[in-house]
């Protein structure tokens, strides 16, 4: 049981957070105990809030047609959509990767660069007579 400053949460309180998290994803708390399909309903919950800022507008598209079959239509994730989800997934981790990858690239370079003396012309040019000595 999470404690607050004060001790234990209240049931009050706990029933406040609650409904507090659940109306910032946009389910009724109410679902949480009575909805046929939470377990996928919590499988799109996780995926929204890690994979959505890094997705592009046709894999946000695929997820919502998703959450709108599972959610409001209560019909559970077929195989097919969990697979597609796991490809999507994959495709998100691939792209963040070679992100990652570049932004060590271009840091490795500036370092280099600032080793050799080398700076980047508009933010501190370097005197002509200064490029003709170092070369």
């Not at 996780?46 to 997820?63: A, F, I, T, Y």
């Not at 691939?94 to 012309?121: C, D, F, P, W």
Request: hydrophobic share 35%.
């Amino acid at each position: 049981m999470k404690e607050n400053n004060y001790g234990p949460l209240s049931n009050r309180e706990k029933a406040h957070y609650t409904n507090w998290w659940c109306k910032t994803i946009g389910i009724k708390s109410r679902d949480l105990d009575s909805h046929p399909q939470i377990d996928d309903v919590i499988l799109l919950i996780r995926w929204h809030q890690e994979c959505w800022m890094d997705s592009n507008k046709s894999q946000r598209g695929v997820w919502s047609g998703y959450w709108s079959v599972v959610y409001h239509h209560q019909f559970p994730l077929k195989a097919k959509a969990l697979k597609k989800l796991e490809a999507t997934t994959q495709e998100i981790i691939t792209r963040q990767q070679a992100r990652q990858l570049k932004q060590i690239k271009i840091r490795q370079l500036r370092e280099s660069n600032q080793q050799k003396g080398i700076v980047h012309m508009t933010a501190n040019p370097i005197p002509a007579a200064d490029l003709l000595t170092r070369i």
